[in-house]
């Protein structure tokens, strides 16, 4: 399988890396990542998503993208993904967002129509106004960020299906590589912003995937994204909680081919 990673110098001012994989023909896909983590959190996606072209990127502040003091608001992250897009030269992509980067998608689908083809939310939030309980904990970080405090961090989403150990190890070695003032902007940005679907339409096909024991997204907040996103489809898991993606990465990448396959032009 045809597999690189690129630097990619965006017109916001930063440069990223972007593993880039699969059939060149094939449909383009890209993965957005949740607050803390990289596009290694997609690694034991990918083997199911061999029918597309994916594009992975380390977004700004976190992995080995650049990692500046400013421009962490939904709407900067948001325009850092229209700018990835961009120096890859694609028009449009379907785009994948696992927590955290399912809300960088909604606001790109409603800044960027029309580079956004399709989207698959994964566990992704309708709102995140408000000061969530751990951001005291965020904010009384210091460098350098240690491996127990990440480690600590993942109470805040209990797990119910077993996930292998080098997957979650490989998880805290994101978040050491991270700043404490990338952790602590990035999750200002998300909460301070007013949620997409408050400020916006988004027209582009969308499949919402969602734990069912999820303690920190509620089913109704689901089904109201589900309704502000005419023709979207709700897709529950009874035995998955907040991470989806690292629960059921299979079933994921399943729902995700299906979907997007039965959609004129990414099929």
């Known amino acids: 399988m045809d ?51 994916i594009y992975a990127p380390d977004l700004r502040g976190q992995g080995d993208a650049d990692k500046p003091q400013d ?8 325009d850092d993904a229209a700018a990835i897009l961009e120096a890859l030269g694609l028009d449009r992509a379907a785009v994948l967002g696992s927590s955290s980067g399912g809300y960088v998608a909604q606001q790109l689908a409603v800044e ?16 995140l106004q408000g000061r969530p309980p751990f951001a005291d904990d965020v904010d009384r970080l210091s460098d350098p960020v240690s491996g127990d405090w990440v480690r600590d961090s993942f109470s805040w ?25 990338a952790w602590k902007r990035i999750l200002r940005g998300l909460y301070r912003a007013v949620p997409p679907t408050e400020a916006g339409t ?6 919402i995937l969602w734990g069912a024991q999820d303690g920190l997204l509620p089913r109704g907040d689901q089904d109201t994204l589900a309704d502000r996103i005419t023709g979207s489809a709700l897709t529950v898991y009874p035995d998955a909680a907040h991470l989806v993606l690292w ?21």
């Open 3 to 53: 597999s690189e990673v690129r630097k990619l110098k965006l017109r916001t001012g930063i440069t990223v890396p972007c593993l880039v994989e699969g059939d060149p023909d094939a449909a383009p896909l890209l993965l957005l990542h949740a607050w803390g983590e990289s596009r290694g959190s997609f690694d034991r996606l990918l083997p199911g998503l061999a029918g597309f072209r």
């Open 71 to 78: 421009g962490y608001s939904l709407a900067e992250q948001a």
């Open 112 to 127: 960027h129509p029309e580079v956004v083809a399709a989207l698959v939310l994964v566990g992704a939030p309708l709102s």
């Open 157 to 181: 989403y209990p797990l119910v299906q077993e996930v292998p150990q080098w997957f979650i190890e490989d998880r805290v070695r994101d978040g050491v590589k991270m700043p404490a003032h």
């Open 202 to 207: 988004i027209d582009a096909p969308t499949l």
């Open 247 to 267: 629960e059921c990465p299979d079933r994921v990448a399943a729902d995700a081919t299906s979907f997007l396959g039965s959609l004129p032009g990414l099929s």
